[in-house]
């Protein structure tokens, strides 16, 4: 009797011994799981994406790779005062913030113009009509709108103020502008605003929203090509005023640039932001 009881107590022990290590073994495991997630997973390792316009690709790569990032060229433009194989354009965008390791998307300038076919946009909506004019490689102009049942319906498409005809050949970024229907009863606007957004995207932006670029100010800060595609918005009005929140679709909107950092106001959401932080 003394004997099993021996071996029922030896038995006990053993087991909880063997459970006691299982559930060691368990938590150190987890324990080690959550210290290298931050490794593996680079948590709040984000940086900063660089402007690399108007850098050359060897300029680029010597940046990217200290940074960790990788570069790749997807299209290319053509823009008479760039310097050939300069970079006009990147995804994501200067300030965008990612993680080590992440492809940057280039766009560079080309040698030399490009020649591309005018697609049909007659009946389609701004919106894909944007989309048509991207893949392109043509650019959306002026906004012009008449009266019309649809809002936004693709009336006709100009280019040099002439209709131009489907599969006409142009140079790769050439300007196309469009006439769109306008319903009396939706021709309210709400104004986005553009304050922080980088010069290149800006136009493209508020083309969105079914609005049009207006004057373009640069303060003292950018004097060159290369300054002003890497400047960002500090300001931005209406014909109705700074601070007006709507306008009739095709509004122009005046937008100021600038690469001084410290004008670009900060917004009630940024605020709220830094103090959590």
């Given at each position: 009797?003394?004997t099993?009881?021996?071996?029922?107590?030896?038995?006990?022990?053993w087991l909880?011994?063997h459970?006691?290590?299982?559930?060691?073994?368990?938590?150190?495991?987890?324990?080690?799981?959550?210290?290298?997630?931050?490794?593996?997973?680079?948590h709040?390792?984000?940086?900063?994406?660089?402007?690399?316009a108007?850098?050359d690709?060897?300029?680029?790569?010597?940046?990217?790779?200290e940074?960790q990032?990788?570069l790749?060229?997807?299209?290319?433009?053509?823009?008479?005062?760039m310097s050939p194989?300069?970079?006009?354009?990147?995804?994501?965008?200067?300030?965008?913030?990612?993680?080590?390791?992440?492809?940057?998307?280039?766009?560079?300038?080309a040698?030399?113009p490009?020649m591309?076919?005018?697609?049909s946009?007659v009946?389609?909506?701004l919106?894909?009509?944007q989309?048509?004019?991207?893949?392109?490689?043509?650019?959306?102009?002026?906004?012009?709108?008449?009266?019309?049942?649809?809002t936004?319906?693709?009336?006709?498409?100009l280019?040099?103020?002439?209709?131009?005809?489907?599969?006409?050949?142009?140079?790769?970024?050439?300007?196309i502008?469009?006439?769109?229907?306008?319903?009396?009863?939706?021709?309210?606007?709400?104004?986005?605003?553009?304050?922080?957004?980088?010069?290149?995207?800006v136009?493209?932006?508020?083309?969105?929203?079914?609005?049009?670029?207006?004057?373009?100010?640069?303060?003292?800060?950018?004097?060159?090509?290369q300054?002003?595609?890497?400047?960002?918005a500090?300001?931005?009005?209406?014909?109705m005023?700074?601070?007006?929140?709507?306008?009739?679709?095709?509004?122009?909107?005046?937008?100021?640039f600038?690469?001084?950092?410290?004008?670009?106001?900060?917004?009630e959401?940024?605020?709220?932001?830094?103090?959590?932080?």
């Amino acid at each position: 009797m003394a004997t099993k009881k021996k071996i029922e107590k030896w038995y006990w022990n053993w087991l909880s011994k063997h459970i006691y290590m299982a559930a060691a073994a368990v938590c150190i495991v987890v324990f080690f799981l959550f210290s290298m997630l931050d490794v593996i997973t680079r948590h709040n390792k984000e940086l900063e994406v660089p402007s690399f316009a108007g850098m050359d690709l060897a300029q680029a790569r010597k940046i990217a790779d200290e940074l960790q990032l990788r570069l790749e060229v997807t299209d290319s433009v053509y823009i008479v005062r760039m310097s050939p194989g300069a970079i006009y354009k990147q995804n994501p965008l200067e300030g965008s913030k990612v993680k080590r390791n992440r492809r940057i998307l280039l766009t560079i300038n080309a040698n030399s113009p490009k020649m591309v076919s005018m697609p049909s946009l007659v009946g389609f909506s701004l919106r894909q009509a944007q989309s048509e004019l991207s893949s392109s490689q043509l650019k959306v102009g002026k906004l012009i709108y008449v009266r019309d049942i649809a809002t936004n319906n693709v009336l006709a498409q100009l280019y040099e103020g002439k209709p131009i005809e489907p599969g006409t050949q142009l140079q790769s970024e050439s300007v196309i502008d469009l006439r769109l229907g306008l319903n009396e009863a939706d021709s309210v606007a709400l104004v986005p605003s553009v304050i922080g957004k980088p010069y290149p995207i800006v136009k493209d932006f508020l083309i969105d929203n079914s609005l049009n670029m207006g004057k373009v100010y640069f303060d003292s800060t950018v004097s060159t090509l290369q300054d002003s595609l890497s400047a960002f918005a500090y300001r931005q009005e209406t014909a109705m005023g700074k601070g007006n929140h709507t306008a009739r679709y095709g509004a122009a909107v005046s937008v100021y640039f600038t690469l001084d950092k410290s004008l670009i106001p900060v917004t009630e959401s940024d605020g709220a932001e830094e103090e959590e932080r």
